[in-house]
């Protein structure tokens, strides 16, 4: 039987994300059938319940992973860090 392996990953909230969540980051182990942002979300929202009106409407979220702007499509790979913001205004 083959084990399912995962890889740390950070996830850091910024504004009202964060203000919600009531945390800045978090530290998951990312298991292996895990491969996109848009996966990832989906299983950490399945995982703990205080994710689940946060992350209701993941269209209106940015992700950065390892700094690189992405969407909900990219590859986790061997990522480090993702980072998840509302997007920025300006004025």
Not at 34 to 58: N, P
Request: a negative charge.
């Amino acid at each position: 039987m083959t084990a399912i392996m995962s890889h740390q990953l950070k996830i850091v909230y910024f504004a009202w994300v964060r203000e919600r969540l009531g945390r800045d980051q978090d530290n998951i182990d990312c298991p292996e059938n895990v491969e996109t942002v848009g996966q990832l979300l989906e299983f950490i929202r399945s995982e703990d319940v205080a994710y689940e009106d946060v992350f209701a409407d993941i269209e209106k979220l940015r992700f950065a992973l390892d700094q690189d702007f992405v969407g909900l499509d990219a590859a986790i790979d061997t990522a480090k860090e993702l980072a998840i913001f509302p997007p920025v205004t300006g004025g």
